[in-house]
């Protein structure tokens, strides 16, 4: 069945410093993968997805994420972290007509 | 435009009660998805309409869910004689077309955040 891997509930970064977020996909078949970010007390926003056009792929507010099929991944990346990214982040890949979400991680940044 | 709109934003519940819970998808948006959202468990999917049609409920827990959509529009989740541990959030979503899976943008609501007590 296809699946998402996130490691690590918790992520504290640095004001100024990379944002990494590492997630790993299973699928026996080409995945459309998305990352979600989700602030307090709301519902999630759609950061950025893959669906085959290219390995990088650009979302909103400075994140990108690179597709890997080596190493069966999508990680998230943003070159400097700000105080607004806190929040959590939830890695998905397409399972039919549903989205199977990673358990996420929970953003820290650290002043 | 509108987005995905969920009332009530909070419920709280007597166990043994039952809970309706509304969502308001995007106008034109076909597909309408409920997830529920719980400490334990996770982001779980609830069930799919593509229209007024559920092709996949598969992910509803017990016989006590059960969801409708009419019009193709507004949809309900209806969780009967309430459980503790039904207490969670439950986000709604919808997508331009259900055509193609998940592939599509998913516009997600606010959430109902249920505490049955």
């Known amino acids: 069945a296809q699946s998402v891997t996130q490691l690590g509930s918790h992520v504290s970064v640095s004001e100024g410093a990379l944002v990494l977020l590492r997630c790993n996909y299973s699928?026996?078949?080409?995945?459309?993968l998305f990352w979600y970010v989700q602030y307090p007390n709301q519902g999630l926003q759609l950061l950025l997805k893959?669906?085959?056009?290219?390995?990088l792929v650009k979302g909103i507010n400075g994140f990108e994420a690179e597709f890997k099929k080596s190493e069966t991944s999508f990680h998230l990346t943003k070159p400097s972290a700000h105080m607004s990214d806190a929040a959590e982040y939830f890695c998905?890949?397409?399972?039919?007509?549903?989205?199977?979400f990673g358990k996420g991680n929970q953003v820290v940044v650290i002043p | 435009g509108a987005g995905v709109s969920q009332s009530p934003s909070n419920k709280v519940t007597e166990k043994g009660k039952d809970v309706e819970l509304r969502c308001d998808p995007i106008?034109?948006?076909?597909?309408l998805y409920w997830y529920r959202q719980s400490l334990g468990q996770g982001l779980e999917f609830l069930i799919y309409?593509?229209?007024?049609?559920?092709?996949?409920k598969s992910g509803l827990p017990s016989d006590r869910f059960s969801a409708e959509r009419t019009g193709g529009s507004v949809s309900t989740l209806t969780i009967q004689r309430t459980q503790q541990e039904d207490s969670a959030v439950y986000l709604c979503?919808?997508?331009?077309?259900?055509?193609?899976?998940?592939?599509?943008?998913?516009?997600f609501g606010p959430g109902t955040r249920l505490t049955v007590t």
């Open positions: 979503a919808s997508s331009f077309s259900g055509t193609g899976g998940s592939r599509g943008e998913q516009y």
């Open positions: 699928s026996s078949v080409p995945p459309y």
């Open positions: 893959y669906t085959s056009a290219a390995t």
């Open positions: 998905a890949v397409s399972v039919g007509n549903r989205l199977a």
């Open positions: 106008s034109g948006h076909t597909a």
């Open positions: 309409f593509q229209g007024n049609s559920a092709p996949d």
